[in-house]
């Protein structure tokens, strides 16, 4: 017996198609949900306004037995990574776009030989081309976990830094560690000792194939006005009147570039490195003579701004492991209320006609 199955046009025509139309809207008219959703649920788009209750039954319990596989990971939409017709706005390479404050933590070397797990906020990021949509952003994270585990130095910044960019294609990239460290602090007279906490931020810039390597120090100390401490010993000496000069809690953020092929720059070298600088740093631990001694330490060290930025200029340009540096000190008035500010620049790296509005706010400390 010859079974002939009834021919159908490659191409139906608008007729049919129409045809076919109402036959799925009168059908449409009648059917319950659950025999539109058996049948495909893309259908009840197809229902005239006039047909209600057609909206496909959906699962309202989670799937927990449901495990997603090579074909379903592959149907499912990726704008952000879509084509170039998806891009919204000028076709212009973006300089930076990743992630900040992804936090996590992480392992460090310390100069005595021993390590330290400290809570560290993470911020990576690439270029991205002019051509493309955007980013996965998870990857970004899946290369930085991949070296967590390891005491970070600046050769696993690389290590992590390479991995995403070659993850996102990308030509630069950047990661930056910003995290407090803590360091045990010998009061001036009494013998005590207490924990000072430095905000330390390491940075590795890849630019062009070009790698640098950048570190950030805040440095809090105490600054005596010069002119201040003068008017009060006049006033002393010529009138027997007692005076106090104004002195403040003051900041310097430190900028540097580590050279490449040098010894190690500990963070402990660095705050030791301000410290001489500028020894009037803040006390943790303190008794009467304590008190008295920094009292004693202003008055022997007393400086505008503008002498702070040179002092730690000087210290910087004598130690060969250091490039190009920015000095930004900001010492908070007790006299004034405004700050006095001072930005010293060496080198090309930092050199720049425009400061973030916000930079000199920022520098408030908070303990």
Request: proline content about 5%; charged content about 25%; some cysteine.
């Amino acid at each position: 017996m010859n079974i002939h199955a009834p021919d159908f046009a490659e191409s139906p025509t608008r007729d049919e198609a129409e045809a076919a139309l109402r036959t799925l809207r009168n059908w449409l008219g009648s059917a319950s949900d659950v025999e539109v959703a058996d049948l495909d649920p893309v259908v009840a788009r197809l229902a005239p306004e006039s047909v209600s209750n057609t909206y496909p039954a959906l699962s309202r319990s989670y799937p927990e037995d449901f495990e997603v596989d090579t074909a379903y990971r592959a149907s499912m939409p990726d704008l952000q990574n879509g084509p170039e017709s998806l891009i919204k706005g000028a076709r212009q390479q973006i300089a930076h776009v990743g992630i900040s404050n992804f936090r996590l933590p992480i392992r460090f070397h310390r100069r005595d030989g021993d390590d330290l797990t400290l809570e560290t906020s993470v911020t990576g990021t690439v270029s991205l081309e002019a051509d493309k949509k955007g980013i996965n952003m998870s990857r970004i994270m899946r290369s930085f976990y991949g070296s967590a585990e390891r005491t970070f130095s600046f050769e696993v910044m690389e290590d992590a830094l390479g991995a995403y960019k070659r993850d996102l294609e990308s030509c630069d990239a950047r990661i930056a560690m910003r995290f407090s460290f803590p360091m045990k602090v010998g009061s001036l007279r009494s013998g005590l000792e207490g924990y000072q906490y430095y905000d330390i931020t390491l940075e590795m810039i890849d630019r062009d194939g070009e790698r640098l390597k950048v570190m950030h120090l805040d440095y809090v100390y105490s600054s005596t006005c010069p002119c201040s401490l003068e008017l009060s010993e006049h006033a002393r000496r010529e009138r027997g009147q007692m005076a106090t000069p104004h002195s403040q809690r003051s900041v310097a953020r430190i900028s540097l570039v580590v050279e490449p092929d040098t010894d190690v720059l500990w963070f402990e070298d660095l705050v030791e490195l301000c410290r001489r600088a500028i020894p009037t740093e803040t006390q943790v631990m303190v008794k009467r003579e304590d008190e008295q001694a920094f009292a004693e330490l202003n008055a022997a060290n007393p400086i505008f701004v503008e002498d702070a930025v040179r002092l730690f200029a000087e210290a910087l340009r004598a130690d060969t492991r250091i490039g190009d540096f920015r000095v930004i000190a900001s010492h908070q008035e007790s006299l004034h209320s405004h700050d006095a500010i001072s930005v010293l620049v060496e080198g090309p790296t930092f050199d720049t006609a425009s400061f973030d509005p916000r930079t000199f706010s920022g520098l408030i400390h908070v303990g």
